[in-house]
């Protein structure tokens, strides 16, 4: 038996409804958004607390964005069946409110991989998400890991349900972290993932990986040496911005274009940094990648 947050009330108000989220065990609002009903809520997360995205990014109510919030109740260890969370918050169009509830989960129960539902699962200090047959790593409970190994797979209900993403912010600002083991089916590394982990040093692993995000490992100063295999054919602009020791870069991938490389990419890495690249794309990529926010003295070879 474990238990999962499922989403059980998407509602869309033109009020502020004040007093409707009382009996609620966790209220995220806007500020200024019905805070009368998030202060007296017995458990609040103000955006002042809110450490998962920005506010900014927070407030487009993306379906991640308020997974994320789910995640970050119930990695907090404090949860118990039936408690229920409301989201409340302005988009674009509307102010928002989404509800979801902790419920009972059999553990033999068959995964239907056609819904929509995202079950988060807690496997010792660390949560996934798991949708649609595949799991993202999501969160981490523990703030002092210094290691972290990113599976292959999980398994969940009696399946071996593959990794194959890293939710944004997963590890962001994680102070103690030093090493990442990527696992071999993680395509996707989001942005902001592992932004700030200041003394991250050693990255191994990820020969599946096809896309790395905006910022995805910016602020990672203590970072000397990275390998991006040859499925990779994205990576987002400031995706090692300011990695300050990264001296060894081996590009493997003949698949990247200068408009799949994103602007300043790479600015601020060591300034005698050698990037070696494929033999074939040498003279291309010297090209683009001098636009790419690294310095005079970087070199490029084959």
């Not at 890991?145 to 071996?160: D, E, Q, S, V, W």
């Not at 990275?226 to 081996?250: D, E, P, Q």
């Amino acid at each position: 038996m474990s238990l999962k947050f499922k989403l059980y009330g998407d509602v869309q108000r033109n009020d502020r409804g004040r007093g409707i989220y009382e009996s609620c065990d966790i209220i995220v609002a806007e500020p200024g958004l019905d805070r009368d009903a998030t202060l007296n809520a017995g458990y609040s997360m103000m955006p002042d607390d809110y450490n998962a995205l920005s506010w900014g990014n927070y407030t487009t109510g993306g379906f991640s964005d308020r997974e994320t919030v789910v995640s970050r109740y119930m990695s907090s260890g404090g949860y118990s069946e039936g408690d229920e969370i409301a989201i409340y918050l302005r988009t674009s169009f509307d102010q928002c409110e989404w509800r979801y509830r902790l419920e009972k989960h059999e553990s033999n129960e068959e995964t239907n991989n056609n819904t929509a539902d995202t079950d988060y699962v807690l496997k010792g200090d660390l949560v996934y998400a798991v949708r649609n047959g595949k799991a993202s790593f999501f969160y981490r409970k523990n703030e002092n890991l210094t290691k972290i190994t990113i599976p292959a797979a999980i398994t969940y209900n009696g399946k071996r349900i593959p990794v194959t993403s890293v939710y944004a912010e997963a590890f962001k600002d994680m102070k103690k972290l030093k090493t990442v083991v990527i696992g071999e089916n993680v395509s996707v590394i989001e942005k902001n993932a592992f932004l700030n982990c200041r003394k991250l040093k050693t990255i191994t692993g990820g020969k599946a990986l096809v896309s790395i995000g905006e910022a995805a490992f910016s602020g990672c100063r203590s970072l000397n040496k990275i390998t991006l295999y040859s499925k990779v054919k994205r990576i987002g602009k400031k995706a090692f911005l300011n990695c300050a020791k990264l001296k060894k870069i081996t590009i493997k991938t003949t698949k990247l274009t200068s408009g799949k490389v994103g602007k300043n990419a790479f600015k601020g890495i060591y300034k005698k940094a050698v990037f070696k690249v494929p033999k074939k794309k040498l003279a291309a990529y010297k090209k683009f990648l001098k636009k790419k926010g690294i310095g005079k003295k970087v070199k490029i070879k084959k």
